[in-house]
């Protein structure tokens, strides 16, 4: 079964085809990153002008790098929600329109939904159920992955996601967007234990997340150098901001592992590219002799393969939408 794939959630216009949810046939990407970096972050204005620009001919790319027509295709997968909601209707209308000149089915496809999937391509014998940590810079959920189609949240982020975070601390710093990708490279040899910082916990939630306290303690930390005329090392700072949402991120997956007897763990999501969070989860399941899953680098992004490998399942399951479907900017992933 090939399903042709539509992303536009934020500023990556994607298409992809994928067979069987699981084979990458095409996979194309516009990036919008040289657009955005002047402003320190995505405009979402600007981000919908371009998917409205390019999406025709990166849909019409990924088909022709497939070598089919639409007349091999068995669906049309797009991602409706969440995300910025002038991007999403771009690629929702886009998808419509196919669907309703070629007469293949219309399957909606959540972005959250989509980053696990991007384990069953890097991993063809990934089954559910499996736990799944989810960190991107909108999200940060602890995910149960009961089947392909069905999901329970057991932890979540009660105020800035992870990547917002290091985003942030990136810019405090004076790092170029994308913040968190160049935190990531800055901070390779940095020492992650020179500048003590907060590990916030929730109360009443024992595997939820909070990173705003941190950010702030970032954010704190250069104005106080500022003030006295001190320099700041951003290698040692980023390195100890990245180790500090690691720490979080990776002690709350265990717990929600170890309390619901999990022993199969997959990253998801643009943060799952992090070098250190790919490290410290690779270490903590290789002492507990767990099986982890991580999505190869190209897949952590937004992509539209992804969206075509969890449209397949949702296919499967009898996900189909009519042409009165619409965007959505928040849906949850076990909605």
Sequence with gaps: MKILAIESSCDETAASVVEDGRKVLSSVIASQVSEHIIYGGVVPEIASRMHAQAISGVVSKAMSDAGLGFGDIDAI???Y?????GALLVGVNFAKGLAYSTGLPLVPVHHLRSHIAANYISHPELEPPFLCLVVSGGHSHIVAVNDYTDFSIIGRTRDDAAGECMDKSARAMGLPYPGGVNLDKISKDGNPELYKLPHP????????????GLKTAVVNIIHNASQKGEQISVPDLGACCIETVADCLVGNTVKAAENFGFKKIALA????ANSRLRARMGKV?????????????????????????QGYFEFKSGNIAGLELNAFATMPIDG
Aim: charged share 15%; glycine share 16%; aromatic share 10%.
């Design 285 to 309: 399941c290789a002492e507990r002799g767990w099986e982890l899953f991580m999505p190869e680098l190209s897949l952590c992004g937004d992509n539209a393969a992804m969206v075509g490998s």
């Design 201 to 212: 916990h929730v109360d009443g939630g024992e595997y939820d997340f909070s990173f705003s």
């Design 77 to 79: 997968a797009v991602t």
């Design 81 to 85: 929600a969440p995300g910025l909601i």
């Design 269 to 272: 999501g643009g943060v799952s």
